[in-house]
């Protein structure tokens, strides 16, 4: 029974997570029934942490965190925004000075639950409880089996299965709705404040007669877990009974009144919490975000709307008026024009679409339509930024400094705030100048994290360029990180600490010559110098033990941006130049040999390796102080490659890409690249190994279509070559051939065709490339008449004085000349 029907007994306030109306009820019913004590659905062991919730810097939407202290990593969170009625009662008792208490079950308990349901499953067992526990570290979990509706709204649920019930769905079928979201608003959430019942604790006996009558029909609905939570919280309650008597209130989940009102013994619950696995765990508040309360972000009990139900709790009237305001205010800053007239218009339709679908207020989804059609002119490309800025937001908590942390997160803390890098829930872009002290240090902060396996920050293909003074970075905090931290927290107890002993342990388990070096680049990024030592042994080992061409290949790139950037940040990098030059010459000899015999995916796979290598060749012989001979070795490399380009028995991708990067080099002449591709497409050559080789010569983003542009020779051989290709075979090589051309720009592709569509007689490519055949797109002569025409225009631009109209290219262009060269 609740407090609704026996006054004498304990306030049992059931509420939906994160339901503004749930925490608006609850806000009413505490003030009308001033209970002594307040019990909330929560770990225990976070009771101690409960008056931080009252310090200024605690900010919702945040999180409990409980982790276990021998893995870090296995982890759990109870999310609370401002808007849970969770959160609502924690702050009500302490602003009354009243007693607040958790009372689910402990999360030693539900961790260690976990971990056995894991660990059974992993052995083959069937792990079906594994899911009912807190919110797990990866978001996978659901907080408790309380109201989450499942977007699909499925109330056809089978009363002996044991799928996972969901409620609203159930109740929202039973009403009528399609959709449980839809139910909960109209019925719940668009309650306004003065409108409500004048007995606040209507809606929870109402609520709480529905919950009972679904658990007479589905029992646990599938969460079996529940059954102890349940007979943990009734022994918690005859205790606050006992110390507090009868005037208590219990906010908790729905579902759970109907367990929490039933008449059990005290002996029969600790029955059933006998033999609970348990290990130790530690608890903190963290920051949580809305981002991570959306229920697409894996979250078990999350909404799908957090920043809309944010503003329904936080608009005290006209909540439609001030939701409209808010999106015309975001729309204005991305430089949409949208007017006081645009947000009346869609206020109004909001309404009117409303009372069309029979709605006592605009919901969200009447918002979302009014606002496409009034401020979006119908796109869903700004209605996406609406949804990701409001309807989800972007809002990141806080928690006040004296929050219980592991001392890495304390470090951690402490380098933002001095390096001015503040964790942020929004995804943004950051430029770093790695001559600036204070950018050079976020640098290696963000580094040092990568070490640790903690992505705060991912580098971007952006500015930066390898041996260049610039990185670029993508941040976006997520509350995951916390956990990462706190298992990184193992290593040392501060970031350079941690970062210097994890790396070492990485460089010693490596298994490969490639996970080596790139430990090496990020030791030398991160700057870890007392780690270089320890990771220098291991890549001297595995580059003396490991002849594999390919191994070798893939690690010699890292190893070269090692080396520019220890010149770039003046970093002693000898040690490093020896290893880079050594491997370097042993793929330089067992090249030939490694390229030969490839099917297609193994000789893709060479030809990405041999631009890896000509690449970090490149980069050792600009540095020549830590690289002995880098000339030397260039010019050497340079052999095997024409090596490769003349072997027939190398495969046609690599034999291409070989003589396109000594064509580029300037290393093999026009005359030359010609003969090669005239031998490579010759009548005698396969189909399929012809198009291998133009995709190696011209494929790819290097610029390939450009030099077809701007060669007609090497076009008029393509277009010769592909015209000639037997119907039998073209449908072979054509995909081969459109991955080829489609990685060129539209532009060059649109070239490409005009030339080919006017033929030689047009400037096109030449049917027989040689003596007499013009540029592709260009004609044999300059056209004197075109050029008349542009020459009053450049003058204009120029600022000079018109010339006489002149009746020949030659005169025009020494009209030009003469005051050009005038003004010197």
Not at 13 to 24: F, I, Q, T
Not at 179 to 184: A, H, K, T
Not at 673 to 686: F, I, K, N, Q, V
């Amino acid at each position: 029974m609740t407090r609704a029907e026996c006054p004498a007994g304990p306030l049992l306030l059931g509420v939906r997570h994160h339901g503004p109306g749930s925490a608006r009820a609850v806000r009413a019913a505490l003030d009308a029934a001033r209970p002594g004590a307040v019990l909330v659905e929560g770990p225990p062991e976070g009771d101690a942490l409960l008056p931080l919730a009252a310090e200024e810097g605690m900010r919702p939407p945040v999180a409990l965190l409980a982790h276990a202290v021998d893995d870090p990593g296995q982890a759990a969170f109870w999310p609370l925004a401002a808007f849970s009625p969770e959160w609502v009662a924690i702050r009500w008792g302490l602003e009354h000075d009243v007693p607040v208490r958790f009372i689910d079950l402990p999360a030693a308990h539900s961790l260690a639950m976990t971990r056995a349901a894991e660990q059974a499953a992993a052995d083959g067992g069937d792990g079906d409880e594994a899911g009912d526990g807190p919110a797990a570290a990866d978001g996978a979990g659901a907080p408790s089996a309380t109201p989450s509706a499942d977007p699909s709204g499925d109330s056809s649920v089978d009363p002996s299965a044991r799928a996972p019930v969901d409620p609203v769905a159930v109740l929202a079928g039973a009403a009528g709705y399609d959709d449980p979201e839809r139910w909960w608003e109209d019925v719940v959430e668009h309650r306004t404040q003065d409108a409500g019942p004048a007995d606040p604790l209507a809606p929870f006996a109402a609520l709480a007669e529905a919950m009972t009558a679904l658990r007479e029909v589905y029992g646990d609905g599938g969460h079996p877990r529940d059954t102890v939570r349940e007979a943990y919280m009734r022994i918690q309650l005859r205790k606050a009974v006992k110390e507090f008597g009868d005037g208590i209130a219990v906010v908790c989940g729905a579902w759970h009144v109907p367990a929490l009102g039933a008449v059990t013994t005290l002996t029969a619950d600790r029955a059933l919490l006998k033999g609970l696995p348990r290990i130790r765990t530690e608890m903190t508040w963290v920051p949580w975000s809305h981002r991570r309360l959306a229920r697409h972000s894996g979250y078990g009990a999350g909404i799908d709307s957090p920043g809309w139900y944010g503003h329904l709790f936080e608009a005290a009237d006209r909540p439609i008026e001030r939701w409209m305001t808010k999106v015309a205010g975001l729309m204005r800053d991305e430089d949409r024009f949208v007017s006081s007239a645009h947000v009346i218009e869609a206020v109004r339709l909001a309404g009117t679409l409303a009372a069309l679908r029979g709605r006592p207020l605009a919901g969200l989804s009447e918002t979302t339509d009014a606002i496409r059609a009034v401020m979006c002119e119908g796109s869903d490309v700004p209605l996406a930024l609406v949804r990701d800025r409001l309807v989800v937001g972007e809002t990141l908590g806080e928690v006040p400094d004296t929050a219980p942390a592991v001392p890495l997160q304390r470090d951690l803390a402490r380098r933002q705030r001095t390096l001015r890098l503040k964790p942020e829930a929004q995804e943004r872009e950051l430029e770093l100048d790695l001559r600036k002290e204070n950018d050079a240090a976020r640098s290696r902060l963000l580094h040092r994290l990568r070490v640790l396996a903690v992505g705060w920050g991912e580098p971007m293909a952006g500015r930066a360029s390898t041996g260049t003074f610039r990185e670029s970075w993508l941040l976006r905090w997520e509350p995951e990180l916390y956990v990462q931290v706190a298992e990184a927290g193992t290593w040392g107890t501060t970031v350079l600490s941690a970062a210097t002993a994890r790396a070492g342990a990485l460089a010693e388990a490596a298994t490969t010559l490639a996970e080596v070096t790139a430990l090496a680049e990020q030791c030398l990024l991160a700057e870890l110098p007392e780690a270089l030592p320890v990771v220098m042994r291991a890549l001297a080992d595995r580059a003396a033990l490991d002849s594999d061409v390919g191994h070798l290949a893939d690690a010699l790139p890292a190893l070269a941006r090692t080396l520019r950037y220890g010149d770039v940040r003046s970093t002693d990098t000898t040690a490093l130049g020896e290893v880079a030059a050594g491997l370097a010459e042993r793929i330089r000899v067992g090249l030939p040999p490694a390229c030969t015999g490839l099917d297609a995916d193994g000789a893709e796979e060479m030809r990405r390796r041999v631009d890896g290598v000509h690449t970090a060749i490149g980069l050792l012989s600009g540095t020549a102080r830590a690289v002995a001979d880098a000339d030397g070795l260039r010019e050497r490399w340079a052999d095997a490659l024409r090596g490769l380009a003349a072997r027939d028995t190398v495969a046609g991708v690599v034999r291409g890409r070989a003589a396109r990067l000594l064509l580029d080099e300037g290393r093999l002449g026009e005359d030359d690249a010609a003969r090669l591709m005239g031998l490579a497409l010759s009548p005698g050559t396969p189909p399929a190994d012809a198009a291998a080789w133009i995709e190696g010569f011209v494929g790819g983003a290097a610029g390939g279509g450009m030099l077809l542009v701007h060669d007609e020779r090497l076009l008029g051989l393509v277009d010769a070559w592909l015209t000639g290709v037997p119907a039998e075979t073209f449908v072979d090589v054509l995909p081969l051939l459109r991955r080829t051309f489609s990685a060129y720009e539209a532009g060059v592709r649109r070239t490409l065709g005009e030339l080919v569509r006017r033929g030689p007689a047009a400037g096109g490519p030449a049917a027989v490339p040689g003596a007499g055949a013009t540029a592709p797109g260009f004609g044999p002569a300059l056209d004197g008449a075109r050029a008349d025409a542009v020459e009053p225009v450049l003058l204009l631009l120029l600022g000079l004085p018109t010339a006489p109209h002149a009746g020949t290219t030659t005169e025009s262009t020494e009209s030009i000349e003469e005051p050009l060269g005038a003004t010197g």
